[in-house]
DNA sequence: CGATGTGGTCCACGATATGGACCGCAGCAT
DNA sequence: ATGCTGCGGTCCATATCGTGGACCACATCG
């Protein structure tokens, strides 16, 4: 198989996307090894590079790597055709008044929902499970799941696929025939449901957001303690969210029209 | 003098900003090949990587390059720490409302200015001279003088010094001497006038925007054709920019105590 | 139906990234 | 003080990897 050469920047790229997982906590290089799998000196070498660039910063003190300057200006021009958080932005904060449970927007990223943005709630006792910049392979997670579950059928069965091996490495609770069970509970119920499955006692609710051409594009999402989302409230809050997510796909629908992509790309087998 | 490797790396991120800069139009594979300076087989390869991370997508059909989902992802994580857009955005869209003339947010990134987000007025006759997505060495143009304006005069002339070579090569209108006396004219005045040195008839006013520490970040801006900005009207316009400037302040203000850096690294030597 | 301008690919060559070993430092329990 | 551990960072001989001139395929145009 032909990967086209490059390899050095892959590396550099990938290590990037790591950085940025991490962004506000800021990132240390022995984790940045750890989690990329590349030794030390190579992963300096392309932080190094990454520097140059502005797309990193490192903390002087700290010694703490940060996104830079250029990966906000990139972002930025690119918000035009994927801008859902700054269309989601109010719905989240709308959300987390109202619940006083933590809000999220997510993103889908081929394979994974990452998570954009984590409006805190203002209830006592909350869970930190979903943070922003973590990421789960589609399905696993309220919203994650939400976004799966919106998707057509073949798609489903081709992102299952190319998932199945980071499913059975690292979310054993997460069998694929569960997240079909999952997917179709979610379809007949109008919201999904994450029971707990990622950290015990975190549940979540999601709803899919979709662009102006019905693709799932992202999600919206409330996590709280497991007493907080039984009986009648999970389903008030889902329909909460099934109306914030209608508002965002307005505004998408608006603004949005010359810039959408007609197709962005299947999803791709894993490295 | 060493630059630590992964010279593949530092072209390919070149690539990416080069994409982002041509973001909404696409780039073509000859553009990027000559405003790059890499050679063909090399461009096409390193934007090989760029999509196989998914930072950039190719459109099937016309075969440009755009900017891609993992760009808009990293960009929202870096919001935090730079997020000038997102409060910068009510004013750009007011100020255009209010002048009918096209508003506009630039951000500083190192030695230059880049243009964040470009609202279009409604007044018929237009200057399309600054689009999103450009950049400018800091002093030439209206917001990027406004941001050379605010700076400590000892940065100022670092910046002057390490810009002089591509103000030599392709701002024949601003000498140094130049944009040090419109430093002086934009200080004294409290805002910055463009009087269309970068395209002939289009003139533009600019208000820097300052982070919570004082140190210039950005500007809002305005542009039209030199008639619509003479008189007492350049002033009003000033006194316009001047105010919504203050209230994206006082929004960075508020929410970012927790994330601004100290120190976001003084000017490099050009390449 | 040649001429020109795209986008895209091949592959021999040699410049380039690699990573094991190493340094210096901070914290901490002897 | 003294050794230990874990951290961030760097060196440099080795061989792997990226390079770019030459080339192909396909449109468009006079």
């Known amino acids: 198989m032909d990967f086209g050469g490059a390899q050095s920047v892959d590396r550099a790229l990938g290590l990037l996307a790591l950085v940025g997982r991490h962004a506000g906590r800021g990132a240390a290089l022995s984790s940045l090894v750890e ?3 590349l030794n030390k000196p190579t992963a300096r070498r392309l932080l190094l590079a990454l520097i140059r660039a502005g797309f990193v910063e490192q903390d002087e003190a700290t010694r703490r790597y940060y996104l830079g300057a250029e990966s906000y200006v990139l972002g930025s021009l690119a918000a035009p055709r994927y801008g859902l ?23 889908r990223r081929d394979l994974v929902s990452v998570c954009l943005h984590r409006e805190e709630g203002t209830y006592p006792v909350r869970t930190h499970a979903l943070q922003t910049g973590f990421e789960h392979p589609l399905g ?9 579950a919106a998707l057509p059928d073949a798609e489903i069965e081709a992102v299952l696929e190319a998932n199945a091996a980071v499913l059975a490495a690292s979310y054993p609770l997460y069998p694929p025939e569960r997240i ?4 179709a509970e979610t379809r ?5 449901l994450n029971p707990g499955l990622i950290v015990a006692n975190s549940w979540g609710v999601g709803v899919a957001i979709r662009d102006p051409f019905g ?16 009986g009648p409230r999970q389903a008030e ?20 029209s010359v810039y959408f992509t007609p197709v962005p790309e299947a999803g791709r087998k894993t490295a």
């Open 35 to 37: 989690e990329s799998g």
């Open 85 to 107: 958080l700054q269309f989601a932005m109010d719905s989240v904060v709308r959300l987390s008044r109202q619940t006083q449970d933590s809000a999220f927007v997510s993103v």
């Open 140 to 148: 696993c997670g309220a919203g994650s799941l939400a976004i799966l």
């Open 180 to 183: 079909r069970a999952d997917v």
């Open 188 to 192: 007949a119920q109008g919201y999904a």
């Open 215 to 230: 693709r799932a594009i992202g999600a919206l999402s409330i996590a709280a303690i497991d007493s907080r989302l039984q």
């Open 237 to 256: 809050i889902g329909a909460l969210l099934a109306a914030e997510a209608t508002r965002v796909e307005q505004k998408l629908a608006q603004r949005q």
